[in-house]
């Protein structure tokens, strides 16, 4: 399904990608009603647990629990991109990200880094903002050894370069530049098979092997910031020191240029006694408009969720940078109906 989430909207000239633009929204229609079934089986049994929701699109999915179980607490929303990149920017100055104070805005995959310090409250910003315009160390280094993440983080250059205020989350590229990332896709090898023909391959195969030699000893599987994240946000959350993170919590004044129903992405500090976000200042007037924009568009998804309503689910189709044009918006969702049938609520 990822691979159509992906292939469909380019045969319509459209970003295809698997958490944002068309096919996130596909993807955010079939994620809501697993996640919300997963949650009821774990509140039967474990009503007092943290549930770390790590699934995509993060702000769709997260949004719609907010409304499905409005008094849970326990559902913390996280993705792991702003730790990524994070982790390079830290490298350009030669510090440990965990170490790092960032300031950073936004929603899920739609973020800057406004300012980044270190543990001692020096700013490091200015030091970054220059070694990244020399291009001294490259953002890609040690990403990924695949073409499509070398190309994303080469990306970041260039809207850092048209928008130097901030530091940006790499999928903006796809935001900003839609007309560029759709020219350079391919329908017939999206990024869904690069994973499956690389990741996913190389995974099975080890699983495979220790299945058949009954061992893991000298088997080699390297972590990546997915799991090294995941692993440290929920030993925070059980920690009476507890640490700093880039989260998703319900909006409540931490971004004044977004309503309170926003589940805005803002640094955390995560400790036993819960999830205690930081206010965000000084948005310019350019990032609010986009953020507002993005959130009505993942809004009415939900709302086209929740209502089974087709007409919200066009609006939120048009809202999106990625597609614009609503012709588009209504050919695209019509082929994505009919690929997600057994997927998505009936709409009507």
């Not at 159509?4 to 929204?25: K, S, Y």
């Not at 739609?110 to 490091?124: E, M, Q, T, V, Y």
């Not at 590229?173 to 690389?198: E, F, K």
Request: charged share 25%.
């Amino acid at each position: 399904m990822r691979r159509l989430d992906e292939a469909i909207p380019m045969r319509f000239g459209l970003v295809g990608q698997e958490t944002v633009g068309a096919g996130g929204i596909a993807y955010g229609m079939r994620s809501i009603g697993a996640m919300s079934e997963l949650i009821s089986a774990i509140r039967t049994q474990a009503p007092e647990a943290w549930v770390i929701n790590y699934t995509n699109p993060a702000a769709v999915v997260g949004l719609a629990l907010k409304r499905l179980y409005p008094d849970d607490k326990r559902i913390l929303d996280i993705c792991d991109m702003p730790a990524i990149i994070l982790k390079y920017l830290a490298d350009t100055v030669g510090e440990d990200m965990f170490t790092l104070r960032p300031d950073y805005f936004g929603l899920n995959h739609f973020g800057w880094f406004a300012a980044i310090r270190d543990k001692n409250g020096k700013d490091l910003t200015t030091e970054i903002k220059k070694a990244m315009t020399e291009k001294k160390k490259p953002l890609f280094e040690n990403v990924e050894e695949d073409d499509s993440w070398r190309k994303t983080f080469e990306m970041a250059f260039t809207i850092f370069h048209d928008f130097p205020d901030y530091f940006p989350n790499t999928y903006l590229q796809y935001h900003l530049y839609p007309l560029v990332i759709a020219r350079r896709q391919d329908p017939d090898h999206t990024r869904a098979d690069a994973v499956m023909a690389g990741r996913e391959k190389k995974t099975a195969e080890l699983q495979e092997s220790i299945t058949a030699e009954k061992k893991a000893r000298d088997k080699e599987l390297t972590p990546t910031m997915h799991a090294t994240f995941l692993i440290r946000v929920a030993t925070a959350l059980f920690s009476e020191e507890g640490a700093r993170f880039i989260v998703l919590v319900p909006n409540r004044g931490y971004i004044d240029s977004l309503p309170g129903e926003a589940l805005v992405e803002v640094p955390a500090v995560l400790d036993s006694h819960g999830v205690h976000p930081m206010r965000q200042t000084g948005i310019s007037r350019f990032q609010s408009a986009l953020l507002q924009n993005q959130h009505a568009r993942d809004m009415l998804v939900v709302e086209a969720y929740l209502e089974k309503s087709y007409q919200r689910l066009l609006e939120a189709m048009t809202l999106d940078r990625t597609v614009v044009d609503a012709r588009k918006a209504r050919d695209v969702l019509d082929a994505l109906i009919e690929a997600n049938e057994d997927y998505w609520p009936p709409l009507s």
